[in-house]
């Protein structure tokens, strides 16, 4: 007894939690279990991955974009030590300039071409740069849906993840700011990608919730 008095005496925060007065605040805090979203799509080890980004419209359309946020994504997939490997995009690019007719080629048919086991696609719906052309001012915004198809299943039964058709919504915003010429507006562009590609990359890894997600500076 006289141990455990001298041990509150000590420790108020813990005399305060026997006591069942709301200081135990703190201490459940500490001493609970981190929030971790678990992935809701695991690639398999040996997976090759074609990442296909297409605009849903030609405004949707930035090459800046679409490199900034695959160059992340392949980064968190490496951070991760995912053994799955993502084929180069510059894989896609070439293979789009070759074929004069790729726009009208399945996704199914475009992996198999790439030799991949899946392909990532994602489809940008929208993106925003700037709300009034003759305005300095640049508001970066996307929406995109994403969804994993499996090259060499049946077509009726290619879509890997998710549940939903169009696939998974994602979409992403910066804080608005001024550009004083194109090389500020690509910048801007590209900062985008790279945070966009956090939201597109949390579906396939465990996430901790807790944690600050990264936003380029």
Not at 83 to 89: E, F, R, T
Not at 132 to 146: A, F, Q, S
Not at 173 to 195: Q, T, Y
């Amino acid at each position: 007894m006289r141990a455990l008095i001298a041990i509150l005496l000590v420790c108020p925060m813990l005399a305060a939690a026997a006591a069942g007065c709301g200081a135990a605040t703190p201490l459940a805090y500490y001493f609970s279990p981190r929030h971790i979203q678990k992935s809701e799509y695991a690639f398999p080890g040996d997976a090759r991955v074609a990442v296909l980004i297409e605009p849903a419209r030609p405004d949707a359309e930035h090459p800046v974009f679409n490199r900034a946020l695959y160059e992340r994504l392949a980064e968190t997939f490496r951070e991760k030590k995912s053994k799955a490997a993502l084929l180069p995009l510059d894989e896609v690019t070439t293979l789009r300039s070759q074929h004069a007719d790729f726009a009208s080629w399945s996704i199914q048919r475009i992996g198999r071409t790439l030799h991949a086991s899946h392909v990532l696609y994602i489809r940008i719906d929208e993106l925003q740069l700037r709300t009034t052309p003759e305005v300095p001012v640049i508001e970066p915004r996307v929406t995109l849906h994403e969804k994993v198809i499996l090259v060499d299943s049946p077509e009726h039964d290619a879509r890997a993840w998710p549940k939903e058709q169009e696939g998974r919504l994602v979409t992403c915003s910066r804080p608005s700011g001024e550009v004083a010429d194109a090389g500020d507006e690509d910048d801007a562009v590209r900062k985008l990608g790279l945070d966009t590609a956090y939201f597109v990359a949390m579906p396939f890894f465990e996430t901790d919730l807790e944690e600050k997600r990264p936003v380029e500076r």
